[in-house]
Each structure stands twice: as structure tokens, then as C-alpha cells.
């Protein structure tokens, strides 16, 4: 990590330091018009719903985290009851594949925002 980050700040960046708020939920969660879109475009139910977890992570941290399963179950819940996923569970079968999280990565530069903050609420 970069030299001008304190030890606390290392160990905090791209985790959750807490299950997030109804408030944060709402901000950084919830899934416009254009996201559902997006999410629609993926195969799979847990792809569906990694690739939309992952787009409300980036939101809220800023990164992506490796592995999506360490996202809190409230937001994790919050996104399947969005996107009609019956069993959240399925999210763990999201990192499977091998270029899921690249892929995500590579996709998905234009749902953020291009602006001073990626925490910014906007759509894809």
C-alpha cells in the first residue's frame, strides 16, 4: 500500500468495518433502472447477483473486494430481494469462475461515476 496510508487505514480499505446502515443500503445499494440492466445481461442467478453486489461494493468502498462473499448479508439480501433472487446463499458460487472478477472489472467502468468520488449515487 502506499506509503502516506496509516496501519489503521491499510487494514481498513475495501473492507466493511460494520454491516451497513438502511441509509447506506438505500445510497449505495440500490439498483436504478440502468443497473437492473445491466444485471439482467449477466447468465446465472449468482452472477446476477455477485455482479451487483460488487457494483454497490465499488460504490460504497471504492474497490471491488476479492472475494464478494465477505460483503455483510444485509447487503447482500438487499440486492437479491431487488433483483428476485429467492436463495442469497447462490452468492457463493459467484468467484468460481475464473474471470468472473476480472471480467466485472473490465465491464463495468462505465456504471461509475466519473466524478471526484465513485460513492457518488449514479447510475450505469
Given at each position: 500500500?502506499?506509503?502516506?496510508?496509516?496501519?489503521?487505514?491499510?487494514?481498513?480499505?475495501?473492507?466493511?468495518?460494520?454491516?451497513?446502515?438502511?441509509?447506506?443500503?438505500?445510497?449505495?445499494?440500490?439498483?436504478?433502472?440502468?443497473?437492473?440492466?445491466?444485471?439482467?445481461?449477466?447468465?446465472?442467478?449468482?452472477?446476477?447477483?455477485g455482479?451487483?453486489?460488487?457494483?454497490?461494493?465499488?460504490?460504497?468502498?471504492?474497490?471491488?473486494?476479492?472475494?464478494?462473499r465477505?460483503?455483510?448479508?444485509?447487503?447482500?439480501?438487499?440486492?437479491?430481494?431487488?433483483?428476485?433472487?429467492?436463495?442469497?446463499?447462490?452468492?457463493?458460487?459467484?468467484?468460481?469462475?475464473?474471470?468472473?472478477?476480472?471480467?466485472i472489472?473490465?465491464?463495468?467502468?462505465?456504471?461509475?461515476?466519473?466524478?471526484?468520488?465513485?460513492?457518488?449515487?449514479?447510475?450505469?
Amino acid at each position: 500500500m502506499a506509503e502516506y496510508l496509516s496501519d489503521e487505514q491499510v487494514s481498513r480499505y475495501g473492507r466493511f468495518p460494520a454491516a451497513p446502515s438502511p441509509a447506506d443500503l438505500e445510497r449505495f445499494f440500490y439498483l436504478d433502472a440502468p443497473a437492473l440492466a445491466k444485471v439482467a445481461e449477466k447468465r446465472g442467478t449468482h452472477n446476477r447477483l455477485g455482479w451487483a453486489v460488487q457494483w454497490g461494493t465499488m460504490r460504497m468502498l471504492g474497490t471491488f473486494l476479492l472475494d464478494p462473499r465477505d460483503v455483510p448479508h444485509a447487503a447482500v439480501d438487499y440486492v437479491a430481494e431487488q433483483i428476485g433472487v429467492a436463495d442469497p446463499s447462490c452468492i457463493k458460487l459467484y468467484p468460481e469462475r475464473a474471470q468472473t472478477s476480472g471480467t466485472i472489472r473490465a465491464r463495468s467502468g462505465s456504471c461509475w461515476s466519473t466524478g471526484s468520488s465513485p460513492r457518488a449515487r449514479t447510475s450505469c
